[in-house]
């Protein structure tokens, strides 16, 4: 069966550096997504992403965050100077199509500790 | 932002009785419910939708309910099993399918 990956599964780093959480959604998908999850807290939104431009972001998603589509394959989410607060479980999520059948992919996670 | 809410953090069920699982909405423009499922250190697993114009879909031993009046939607698992275990999520959206908003999850335990 198909699936989303991701990589790393665990990234540890410095506040004030950047990281890049890579994703490889599934080959035919369209829609694409990152999500994060505090640990303890609900899954939030941070941004979707279709035609190779964001398609709607949250509050969450500030100058500090971009997404990009390099290569065809991989969905990165870049933050530029990390901060204590975005240490969360990342997910990536994919999708085919919009319409009342499709089903949201979600990968395995990337977990980001930021000291 | 508390546009889905899942009132019950936990749940505890016998194994083979049922487990019903609760979510509110506050946006009538949602038209898209979907349920997932997470086990620790995974990413959420896809279980059962529901589109606004339905109000019941049944997928095996999972049924999703919809009451469009009440904004309310539920889960039921019949009979529960130990690997039901979990944590399930609500989420919703619209069928632009640019945002999901999830609820804050309701951890499931089944009894052997």
């Known amino acids: 069966e198909p699936e989303v990956t991701q990589t790393p599964s665990h990234q540890v780093t410095q506040m004030g550096q950047e990281v890049i959480l890579r994703c490889v959604p599934i080959?035919?998908?369209?829609?694409f997504y990152w999500y994060r999850q505090i640990l303890g807290q609900k899954v939030e939104f941070l941004v979707s992403f279709y035609n190779n431009e964001i398609s709607e972001k949250s509050e969450i998603f500030d100058d500090q965050f971009s997404v990009e589509r390099p290569d065809g394959s991989n969905f990165t989410l870049k933050i530029r100077s990390t901060k204590l607060e975005d240490s969360a479980m990342y997910f990536c999520?994919?999708?085919?199509?919009?319409?009342?059948?499709?089903?949201?992919?979600f990968g395995p996670g990337t977990r980001l500790l930021v000291l | 932002d508390q546009q889905v809410k899942q009132n019950s953090p936990s749940l505890s069920v016998q194994e083979g009785r049922i487990s019903i699982l609760n979510c509110d909405y506050t946006n009538s423009m949602f038209d898209y419910f979907l349920w997932y499922k997470k086990y620790p250190a995974e990413g959420p697993t896809f279980l059962i939708s529901i589109s606004s114009i339905k109000d019941k879909n049944e997928d095996g031993r999972f049924t999703v309910f919809l009451n469009k009046s009440a904004k309310h939607l539920s889960l039921h698992i019949v009979p529960s099993q130990p690997g039901d275990s979990a944590v399930y999520f609500c989420a919703a959206s619209r069928y632009n399918f640019n945002k999901f908003y999830f609820g804050s999850g309701t951890k499931l335990n089944v009894k052997p």
């Open positions: 999520a994919s999708v085919r199509s919009t319409g009342p059948q499709e089903t949201q992919y």
């Open positions: 080959s035919n998908h369209l829609y």
